[in-house]
């Protein structure tokens, strides 16, 4: 089998980094291009930065999608809704990690999955945080009547809150407890709130330095507490995921995937 060819949206990004170092240490799977926003600083830049690939950063969508099998976008809901749209028409995998899509993001990327695009999405693409997602929903349906709270802490430079793995979190709480999200969060408290809703799932976030991610989802009874916590200790973790399910996707129909179903939890 050919190697799969990947375009690495949001190049200059953090993750967009993170994606390029990974996909260049997989066999199987190679830098074909990589693209970022129009005047954004790493245009015109070889895409490895202080270890080239040769491969130089464009602003030039059409051209970083043509010839490509996939991309690999963690960069902004708005440019992932685009990006879905053209993997629906070129019939391209797109592994999406961007965090802070609304609804309609969301039925946006559902319905390009619809229309031809193989789509693995997921607010986190660590194996240890799946796997943390169904012991959360195993314990939030073994203790109906703790109250759940969710905490996450990020870098400086995030800009949307909760953090998509907190919500995701939140979702395997309110699934274990036959609940939807939606209806039953409590999202930043300040001020005289009245006390707490009983059966809503809280969350809480912090910003600060250079912290990569933590969660830590808390069970809390009358006369005892648990507590799952999770951290990441580095970005590499999020780009193997990510470069593990582009391969898998390979394999699969036009759809939309989250990380359970590349890593069989489901
Ligand atoms: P970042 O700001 O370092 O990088 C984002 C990149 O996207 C930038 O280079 C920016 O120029 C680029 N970009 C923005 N709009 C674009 C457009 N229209 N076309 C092309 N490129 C565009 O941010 P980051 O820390 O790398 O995080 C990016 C996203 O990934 C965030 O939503 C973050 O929450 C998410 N994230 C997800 C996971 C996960 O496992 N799902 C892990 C870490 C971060």
């Known amino acids: 089998m050919s190697d799969l060819k990947v375009a690495i949206a949001g190049a200059g990004g953090r993750m967009g980094g993170a994606n390029i170092r990974a996909v260049t240490a997989t066999p199987g799977i190679v830098v074909a291009t990589a693209f970022d926003r129009a005047g954004a600083p790493a245009i015109g830049k070889d895409a490895g930065g202080t270890e080239p690939i040769g491969v130089i950063v464009t602003d030039d969508v059409n051209a970083a999608l043509t010839g490509v099998d996939a991309i690999l976008d963690f960069t902004a809901p708005a440019n992932s809704v685009a990006l879905a749209n ?15 899509c609304t609804e309609a993001d969301e039925a946006a990327i559902a319905a390009a999955a619809a229309n031809g695009a193989r789509i693995v999405m997921a607010g986190n693409f660590s194996l240890g945080l799946n796997l943390l997602l169904g012991l959360v929903k195993q314990a939030a349906a073994a203790l109906p009547g703790f109250d759940i709270e969710i905490l996450e802490m990020h870098h400086n430079k995030k800009v949307d809150a909760p953090s998509g793995t907190a919500l995701m979190l939140g979702e395997a709480a309110a699934a274990g407890r036959n609940i939807t999200l939606k209806d039953h969060s409590e999202r930043g408290r300040d001020g005289h709130t009245g006390a707490r809703q009983p059966g809503s799932i809280g969350f809480a976030s912090l910003r600060g330095g250079s912290v990569i991610g933590e969660h830590k989802v808390i069970l809390a009874g009358a006369s005892e507490r648990i507590e799952l916590n999770h951290i990441a200790d580095n970005r590499a973790l999020f780009a193997e995921g990510a470069v593990r399910a582009a391969l898998w996707a390979r394999d699969q129909r036009p759809g939309l995937y989250s990380m359970a179903d590349v890593l069989g939890f489901n």
């Open 86 to 100: 053209e993997a629906a028409r070129r019939g391209l995998i797109h592994i999406i990690g961007t965090t802070g």
